[in-house]
């Protein structure tokens, strides 16, 4: 069978086609494409898709440049395609400039994947409808298309007032979310001789303020403390309240708790009578500086991470257990225990930090490693930094993250 030459099937494409890259820089558009929007191949690609086509500046409640470029950025951000609205969006008449045309348009953006299963490129595809709902020829136009026009082009503006109003109620509940948190989540500090870096970021986008949290605490009896991450399942105010009671019931059982599967035992069992906590996971950890050990217990929660003084690596996964609520009658939790030298380092964080779309979990948890041993020698706060600036997308991720380091 002769190999296909997706080129030419590109071009061949019926409707507007065009590629573009996460920059939204064109980097194709097919015949039709170049056709009906009246713009050549050389002026297209290479050049950013609102320098060719900006909003009509003749037009204040243009919308059109705004909304294309959100929905092609949430199909960066997701993986996922995005088909929008309707779309009044008027054209600049190449022969003529200054001349702007009353044009209507049906996006849909779709991603597509590079060789790592990142998002490389965007498939913009547009259907012209003009015609469907504009009735060129003056008074000699069909009533009736005229009527369906208008009413096309109020309900298209009432929806788009509609989904303003929702995204500023969802950027008012996201602030106010954010704030919740902020005032929830402990600051890092030193220990002794020990230092501590802890960085909270939110998932990118209104609706995605999650319960990610982790918490410090100074525990009874000896040189010790208690460090652990969690993450509630959900978006919002709910999930942010949720966080923080199970945040201040573990950083109390912590302190008088015999170990962290005991103070992971009563949190399971608080958890259970709270609306919100299901399926949420922590771990915790409790280090001894004195016997230079760590005990830890895991609910569900991807495993701390041990960077020893020689950049030997240890995931602290020994004792993982179910999630926080998901025995009707708890029992106890396993333990397990871990030694370490000076100069180690020991990380926490939840799973927006390592969890990729179509990517292996594996996968990220070897990327945190490579990370945390290749800046082993900095500072607490250097390594945080280093450590978020290669994980995390460039445009910020669609989860939560949370993380702790702390230089044993």
């Not at 064109?26 to 050049?47: I, P, T, W």
């Not at 609306?275 to 230079?292: L, Y």
Request: proline share 5%; aromatic share 6%; hydrophobic share 40%.
């Amino acid at each position: 069978m002769d190999e296909v030459d997706y080129k030419a099937v590109f071009q061949a494409l019926p409707g507007m086609v065009a590629l573009l890259d996460t920059d939204l820089i064109y980097v194709d558009a097919n015949d039709d494409f170049q056709r009906l929007s009246g713009r050549s191949r050389e002026q297209l690609v290479g050049r950013y898709i609102f320098d060719v086509f900006p909003d009509n500046p003749d037009n204040p409640a243009a919308t059109g440049m705004s909304n294309v470029r959100a929905s092609m950025l949430r199909v960066t951000e997701t993986g996922e395609r995005d088909a929008m609205a309707l779309q009044r969006y008027d054209v600049e008449d190449p022969g003529n400039p200054g001349h702007w045309e009353e044009r209507y348009w049906s996006p849909v953006n779709a991603p597509v994947a590079g060789p790592d299963g990142k998002v490389a490129y965007i498939l913009h595809r547009v259907e012209e409808v003009t015609e469907l709902i504009r009735v060129r020829g003056g008074a000699g136009g069909d009533s009736r298309a005229r009527i369906l026009e208008a009413e096309l082009y109020t309900r298209a503006r009432e929806l788009q007032e509609l989904n303003e109003r929702l995204r500023q109620a969802h950027a008012r509940e996201r602030e106010v979310a954010l704030a919740l948190q902020e005032a929830m989540l402990p600051a890092g500090r030193q220990v002794g001789d020990h230092r501590t870096a802890v960085r909270y970021r939110p998932a990118v986008g209104a609706l995605n303020v999650c319960g990610d949290w982790y918490d410090l605490v100074d525990l009874v009896g000896g040189n010790r403390i208690g460090v652990s991450v969690g993450d509630v399942v959900g978006h919002g105010l709910r999930a942010a309240g949720v966080m923080g009671q199970l945040r201040s019931a573990l950083s109390a059982s912590s302190r008088v708790a015999d170990g962290p599967a005991q103070a992971l035992d009563v949190l399971g069992r608080y958890a259970h009578v709270v609306d919100g906590a299901e399926s949420a996971t922590a771990v915790t950890t409790f280090i001894d500086f004195d016997a230079r050990t760590i005990a830890y217990s895991s609910a569900g929660h991807p495993p701390p991470v041990l960077v020893h003084a020689d950049g030997r690596v240890e995931f602290l996964d020994q004792a993982t257990d179910t999630p926080l609520d998901a025995r009707p009658d708890p029992i106890r939790r396993p333990q397990a225990a871990t030694a370490y030298g000076d100069g180690a380092t020991l990380a926490l964080y939840t799973d927006g930090l390592i969890e990729r779309r179509r990517e292996d979990i594996d996968v990220g948890l070897g990327r945190l490693a490579d990370a945390l041993v290749e800046h082993r020698t900095d500072t607490p706060e250097e390594l945080a930094d280093a450590v978020l600036l290669e994980l995390l997308p460039p445009g910020g991720a669609t989860d939560d993250t949370a993380l702790v380091i702390v230089r044993l």
